[in-house]
């Protein structure tokens, strides 16, 4: 059994910037591919971005130019570099780790983008 324990969220105002990171208990190249989704209040949970063993990402359309994920083999860890961060980026972010078709979830971070 996985752990996933996320890092790095907090308050920033819009266009600011925020680092998130995913650190796994156990090899990542074990996963079919990893990433973040989240979730706004009242509303769905949504992919953000991904990344796959062979380091192939996968973005929402609402991120793309501004997030970037990455993944550390060596240190176990993904990570979520968010720049120009607007208001409606202010959610629950959760990382997930995929093996065929059972996912792991960390318990979630806190973005708040507001003055």
């Known amino acids: 059994q996985v752990q996933l324990v996320e890092s790095g969220g907090g308050l920033v105002e819009p266009g600011g910037s925020l680092s998130l990171s995913c650190a796994a208990s156990?090899?990542?190249?074990?996963?079919?591919?990893m990433g973040w989704y989240r979730q706004a209040p009242v509303k769905q949970l949504d992919l953000v971005a991904s990344i796959n063993v062979g380091g192939k990402t996968n973005y929402a359309d609402s991120v793309k130019g501004r997030f970037t994920i990455s993944r550390d083999n060596g240190r176990n860890t993904v990570a979520l570099q968010m720049n120009t961060l607007k208001p409606e980026d202010t959610a629950i972010y959760y990382c997930?780790?995929?093996?065929?078709?059972?996912?792991?979830w960390g318990p979630g971070t806190q973005v708040t983008v507001a003055t």
């Open positions: 997930y780790a995929r093996i065929l078709r059972s996912n792991t």
């Open positions: 156990r090899n990542i190249f074990e996963f079919n591919d």
